[in-house]
């Protein structure tokens, strides 16, 4: 059975930095694409960063703060933020594509099959 299991969130102030980490559990991992998502409070889970086929992809708010990066020999995927802002405050996911999204679906959640249960982000101001 397929696990991704996220650690690393935390509460910080405005302009902090944290790293999140999400270790799976399955071979070939490789072979994976994988994706960081959020959820707010009241808002839809929305795509943060992702690797598809060795390419980074980001949401425009994160782009020049956030960095994912993928450890195929730990079989962990990172996403290191930088200079948080209150609105980056929610529940980070990660999931993984059996199938890798072409690279304009890599924000659509229906494209990954196995999620982990999220670490809670809270950022203050």
């Known amino acids: 059975q397929v696990q991704l299991v996220e650690s690393g969130g935390g509460s910080v102030q405005a302009g902090g930095s944290l790293t999140l980490s999400c270790v799976a559990n399955?071979?070939?991992?490789?072979?994976?694409?994988m994706g960081w998502f959020r959820q707010a409070p009241g808002k839809e889970r929305e795509g943060v960063a992702a690797?598809?086929?060795?390419?980074?992809m980001y949401t425009d708010s994160v782009k020049g703060r956030f960095t994912i990066s993928k450890d195929n020999a730990k079989k962990t995927l990172y996403l290191q933020m930088n200079s948080l802002k209150p609105e980056d405050t929610a529940m980070y996911y990660c999931?993984?594509?059996?199938?890798?999204?072409?690279?304009?679906?890599?924000?659509?959640?229906?494209?990954?099959?196995?999620w982990g249960r999220g670490t809670q982000v809270t950022v203050s101001s």
């Open positions: 999931a993984t594509a059996s199938a890798c999204p072409r690279p304009g679906s890599w924000s659509v959640e229906n494209e990954y099959n196995y």
């Open positions: 399955y071979g070939n991992y490789e072979r994976y694409c």
């Open positions: 690797v598809v086929n060795g390419l980074s």
